[in-house]
């Protein structure tokens, strides 16, 4: 079972790097890294919002947390 969960965990980790090499920049500059915007950025929820790169990421990074906390807890 430790050896399937560190060969997935490994996979997971390489998907993760692959999924955030091939997002585009934002051009925002700071206000995009500080959250700020125009009144038409706001439309929508925030999850409509997202790329499939986006929530690609989110849930690779869920599924890495997971696991890495499954490895931990079986040592």
Not at 10 to 25: D, E, F, P, T
């Amino acid at each position: 079972m430790k050896v399937f969960l560190t060969v997935v965990h490994i996979i997971v980790a390489i998907s993760v790097m692959a999924v955030i090499l091939m997002q585009q920049r934002k051009q925002g500059g700071f206000t995009g890294v500080f959250g700020g915007g125009t009144q038409a950025d706001h439309s929508g929820g925030q999850w409509q919002r997202f790329t499939v790169l986006t929530k690609a990421t989110i849930f690779l990074m869920a599924v890495f947390l997971l696991t890495s906390l499954v490895l931990v807890i079986m040592n």
